[in-house]
């Protein structure tokens, strides 16, 4: 999967389950501040993105994560 494909279902995520505005939901965007997502959040998102990984996530590799980029970039690898 591209990451302009896992973006756009990222953002698809955050949209409808987070009632998120989908302007705000940007690669840029930072998750705890400027989407105030809490770690509880991050953790209900990957969930709802386990369909489109190959293989398991490793927690530790989301430890780093500031930015929707950031996301990308841990779950790019491991996308169908």
């Known amino acids: 999967m591209t990451k302009d494909e896992l973006f756009t279902k990222i953002q698809d995520i955050l949209v ?3 009632d998120l505005e989908k302007e705000s939901v940007t690669p840029d965007a930072r998750v ?3 989407l105030d ?3 509880i959040d991050a953790v209900d ?5 386990k369909p489109f ?14 930015t929707i ?12």
Do not use: G, N
């Not at 998102?45 to 993105?49: H, N, P, T």
């Not at 990984?53 to 500031?66: D, G, I, N, Y």
């Open 16 to 18: 409808r389950e987070f």
């Open 32 to 34: 705890f501040d400027d």
């Open 45 to 49: 998102l990957i969930v709802k993105m």
């Open 69 to 80: 980029s950031d996301i990308l970039d841990v779950l790019q690898p491991i996308s169908m």
């Open 37 to 39: 997502l809490d770690s």
């Open 53 to 66: 990984l190959k293989t398991k996530l490793e927690p530790e590799a989301f430890k780093s994560v500031r």
